[in-house]
T-cell receptor, first 120, second 115 residues
């Protein structure tokens, strides 16, 4: 049963420290998404990759967040320096475009279990 | 982006059908209707999607109003495992670039299933 995996599942760190979250997309999927979920804001899209190239990272604070795909099997999200307001659950999702209902392509997103980040 | 409106919460008895409504009065002709759900302490998972016609899959059915201004996700027999937050999301078929795959999640409907 193919699944998106994320590590670590939980991370507690102190303000100012660097945090790296990792995601292994489902083999063969060429799109990867990073989301953040908080009680106040709900689920927000941070960044989106297709064929390892970043297509949209407008939801990401540029000064401290960075997202990369070193290869097709690994996506990383880094926060440096981390702040208490970054505390959230970070989800990675992957997908593969499929034929849509209207002649377009559709991309069902498969989510990982998330990384719960607490910044003290 | 066209918006969706869902009730904050709903309750259902186990083994009974559940009808989860979603209003999207400003939907455009090129908007897909997607449903995802998020079980406690898990990432969201795809449930179903449609464009104009009603859709069925192993998880649920999607009934789309004739004017497409509303839709209903139908769980035919609720189980305890169906207790989750259900999100109704619109996506523009013809959105260009990254927007063509982006899903914008709202607050969703929290479904409680009573044994």
């Amino acid at each position: 049963d193919a699944r998106v995996t994320q590590t670590p599942r939980h991370k507690v760190t102190e303000m100012g420290q660097e945090v790296t979250m990792r995601c292994q997309p489902i083999l063969g999927h060429n799109t990867v998404f990073w989301y953040r979920q908080t009680m106040m804001q709900g689920l927000e899209l941070l960044a989106y990759f297709r064929n390892r190239a970043p297509l949209d990272d407008s939801g990401m604070p540029k000064d401290r967040f960075s997202a990369e795909m070193p290869d097709a099997t690994l996506a990383t999200l880094k926060i440096q320096p981390s702040e208490p307001r970054d505390s959230a659950v970070y989800f990675c999702a992957s997908g593969l475009p499929l034929p849509g209902l209207a002649g377009d392509s559709y991309n069902e997103q498969f989510f990982g279990p998330g990384t719960r980040l607490t910044v003290l | 982006d066209a918006k969706t409106t869902q009730p904050n919460s709903m309750e259902s008895n186990e083994e009974e059908p559940v009808h989860l409504p979603c209003n999207h009065s400003t939907i455009s002709g090129t908007d897909y209707i997607h449903w995802y759900r998020q079980l406690p302490s898990q990432g969201p998972e795809y449930v179903i999607h449609g464009l104009t016609s009603n859709v069925n899959n192993r998880m649920a059915s999607l009934a789309i109003a004739e004017d497409r201004k509303s839709s209903t996700l139908i769980l035919h027999r609720a189980t305890l495992r169906d207790a989750a937050v259900y999100y109704c999301i619109l996506r523009d078929v013809y959105a260009s670039g990254a927007g063509s795959y982006q899903l914008t999640f709202g607050k969703g409907t929290k479904l409680s299933v009573i044994p």
